[in-house]
């Protein structure tokens, strides 16, 4: 599976964004998909993620009730929509899938095989 995050960019607090993780050489379906991101100078951390059929999410507290992730097989592409934006959200947002058919999400970088290039978040105040 080849990933393409895009949808970063510059928003004022308060604001949204919509990223998107295009996938292509393999079908979404049965790959459980999540979102990190990488501050400047920090660890790169587990934000939200999907399981494989869409039918379990889960959030870091942090972003709990403003970021949605969803995925469309028909498109084959995941998306995370991002409301009341925060300066303490900037960050690189990367997506990353694994071959997960019959589990439930997880929060560990280190279980995704496959990775996007990430995308810019920028913040202001």
């Known amino acids: 599976v080849q990933l393409q995050a895009f949808g970063g960019g510059l928003v004022q607090a308060g604001g949204s964004l919509r990223l998107s993780c295009a996938a292509s050489?393999?079908?979404?379906?049965?790959?459980?998909m999540a979102w990190f991101r990488q501050a400047s100078g920090k660890e790169r951390e587990f934000v939200a993620a999907?399981?494989?059929?869409?039918?379990?999410?889960d959030y870091t507290d942090s972003v709990k009730g403003r970021f949605t992730i969803s995925t469309d097989n028909a498109k084959n592409t995941m998306y995370l929509q991002m409301d009341s934006l925060a300066p303490e959200d900037t960050a690189v947002y990367y997506c990353?899938?694994?071959?997960?058919?019959?589990?439930?999400?997880?929060?560990?970088?280190?279980?995704?095989?496959?990775w996007g290039q990430g995308t810019q978040v920028t913040v202001s105040s």
């Open positions: 999907i399981s494989w059929n869409g039918d379990s999410t």
């Open positions: 050489g393999r079908t979404l379906s049965s790959n459980a």
């Open positions: 990353a899938a694994r071959w997960a058919p019959g589990t439930g999400t997880v929060r560990a970088k280190d279980l995704y095989k496959y």
